[in-house]
């Protein structure tokens, strides 16, 4: 034993690659097989821990999806809109079977596409996958109970675009409530994650679900865009970043299709000078640093009371210098990779201005890698409501640090945001809690706790941060229509 | 009850708890209690999801070996029954000296646990066998219940230490705790720790099980370090649930604490319920990751076990020959 180093650093514990095999290139996913993509396109997809190359992937084009479409209109038309609830619900409940026989391939595959830590897609985002399936399964044959009239009906092609911070699970929030309400999807995943969604695809033919009922077009943000503007899709729904959804919300004006919008935040994590100091430091951790910090309800603005600011920030900096960034496939590892060379940039562009406008950052002095994409967790102390930093959402490990004096105040800076999609508040006093959970203009409130998901529990925001809900009863009444309700009609040109 | 503290001795240089109580503000009845209740409040939802999320670190190859050698050395082996004679608690200590007859590579355990009518007999065994480095800890104060009059609780600590305990692990008197009489439990530890004076170690069991909430966890640990404990310990043994891993959580994150605000390094020792080596290396991520890598160390971490050191050996052969042998390999005491 030497003085200095601690003899219990854990030997590396990797999780087994050979679970997974990936193939040199994938297909579409279309009307129930993989196709080669019409445009001839394909682009790499790689791990952004490694930097290596792990597929190409298709770019799907406007032809790939207008096949895609037609599968889903076809399926929805012919079969999907037929089939009683109960056996809709049957499918869901064998996609999930099979999700879960699969559970640890899954789990590898979004770990090396994605750079997040094994330890989380075992633990967190593969599991609440599987749940999202199970729990939608068990509404497909009570739909008149979800609160949208006697005689719920579906729209019928339901276009979806899902982000690359939780592949699957941004998958399975989208694919699972849809075909549960009748919906046929035509899904593109991130450009930077298909894997998952791809194996996914390979669930569907092994789950024998109808051919169309569920089409995987990958590509990049044009396949995106020509998606929001196909004239065959019915409803849209989009997870992603602020920006891209005000596009879309532009692009799909006057069009009368119902869309679903999940887009940024900046997350306030209040923590009261009663709260219960040691489990509000791991809830800090938990809602900036989980999945890196890019999640777009992360707790990335931490107010905490003034009079026990010090002491909360020596608490955070030394739980911090616990946190252990590195392999994302060793089971030990609490932050992995940032998932691409162009997030990191964004990163590290936010973080320098938040040092040129006098903010302190701190880092601890772990070790990096020397290939793939890297940040160290960082917290930036004296940082004030005009800073860059407090306002815009930077989606990486780095965490704002403001101070508050009153409840009142507390509740006013947490609301001065664009953005509205979740925030914390720890205390052990359980009426303050229950006021500040009324004041905070936020989707998501957790209390003494961050970062919880459940599928039967609804997610979404206000204001920037979107509209709709995902998860729970509010999550089906996006994908229901009332039978009243004259449903959107495709134009003529795409049934061609 | 008495209004000022007595002043008391205390080995190794520590503050005598008098000053320490000073430091804290705490003068009285009404001081410790308020003190203890202005403690920050333990969340049992994040503990516990703390604690779980702690028992998914994969401890493999060296480090695992490592662990292993660690959780033998911190074993304070015990034997705690009605039914204990002289020859299992000479067994128990040939045991304690040489775990491993067949591989002198294997460390010494910690300490040897026992009654104290059997200190006697620990000592001189252990003696006779070249282990004098093996300290014999005696349970004391009326151990388990702690029921009984303060005077035998002080005489029963003399009886040990005259026979040859270095360490006392006494119970605090729960009931008194529970119905907030604070400064009673208190009092109790200063004149415990007054009795073992530069003699022996007092490792102070707050008995967790019976304090219930995680809040009394933290109050009880920080009442017994101020009152003079080298250690806190969780349990009697006798009681479930023991050492579950959030209670050792917060008594960790409380010495820590302590530490930093005393410069003062008090000892953790769980008890009750570790019996496999994958429950030893839990209880070593724990430290290594809530007290500190300072903690790895038997003079600041004990586990009161009896079974667990088969398993911890049996996990040492596994690893030595690359296949389990059968417990017949290993010495049944």
Redesign the interface.
Known sequence: MTENV????????PESRELVSIESSYDLFINGKFVAPKSKKRFVTINPATEEVLSKISLGGKDDLDLAVKAARRAYESVWSKLPGKERGKYLYRIARLMQERAREFAVLETLDNGKPI?ETR?TDIPLAIQHFFYHAGWADKLEFAGNGANPRAHGVVGQIIPWNFPLLMLAWKVAPALATGNTVVLKPAETTSLTALLFAQICIDAELPPGVVNIVTGDGSTGASLVAHNGVDKFAFTGSTEVGKAINRSLASSGKPVTLELGGKGANIVFE???????V??IVQGIFFNQGHVCCAGSRLLVQENIHDHLIEKLERRIE?IRVGDPMD??TDLGAINSKEQLQKIIELTQSGEIEGAKAWQPDCALPSRGFWFRPTIFTNVTGAHRIAREEIFGPVLSVLTFRTPQEAIEKANNTPYGLAAGVWS?KGSRLLWASRELKAGVIWA??YNKFDAASPFGGYKESGWGREGGRHGLLPYLTHSSTPRVKPSKGVRK | MAKVLRKVEMNQGRTSSSDLATDFGISDDRSLELFLKTLPGVDQVGVEARAAELATRSIKKESKSWAIDMAISMVDLTTLEGADTEGKVRSLCNKAHRPDPTDLGVPHVGAVCVYNDMVGIARSHLDAIGAKEIPVAAVSTAFPSGRASMEVKLRDTRDAIEAGASEIDMVIDRGAFLSGYYKSVFDEIVAIKKECGGRAHLKVILETGELVTYDNVRRASYLAMIAGADFIKTSTGKVTPAATAPVVLIMLQAVRDFFDRTGIQIGVKPAGGIRTSKDAIKQLVLVNEIAGPEWLNPRYFRIGASALLNDLLMQRMKMRDGYYASSNYVSVE
Request: a negative charge; zero cysteines; charged letters at 30%.
């Open positions: 601690n003899p219990f650093a854990y030997a590396p514990a330890r633990d009663d709260a219960a100091i040691d489990q509000a791991e809830g616990k089971k030990n052990e003494n706790t």
